[in-house]
């Protein structure tokens, strides 16, 4: 399992399952929102001019070269691109 720790004691987790990739924001180590997704929409959310990825409770959004996290449509944590990217690899 990844994790990028965000700010305000949450931390963003990659699960990797046998088809996909379970996505979990932890708050004060205790599951808040996940969402799976295959590791390849993932990657290509990175590579392609999307802007948006999933819908629900847990949405990404990229901006230049960052990813804003929302939950229930309030942004609670901003990483960088590249260390969502780096997340990813390492689960291949």
């Not at 305000?8 to 046998?18: C, D, I, V």
């Not at 944590?77 to 997340?87: G, H, L, P, Q, Y």
Request: net charge positive; with cysteine; charged share 35%.
């Amino acid at each position: 399992m990844e994790s990028i720790s965000l700010q305000n004691n949450l931390k963003l987790s990659f699960e990797k399952l046998p088809h996909t990739v379970r996505l979990i924001i932890s708050k004060n180590n205790d599951e808040w929102v996940c969402r799976k997704e295959k590791l390849k929409n993932l990657f290509s959310f990175l590579e392609k001019d999307k802007v948006h990825i999933f819908k629900g409770r847990l949405q990404l959004f990229k901006l230049d070269d960052r990813i804003d996290i929302q939950v229930k449509n309030i942004v609670i944590a901003t990483i960088s691109e590249e260390s969502f990217e780096k997340a990813l690899k390492n689960l291949e």
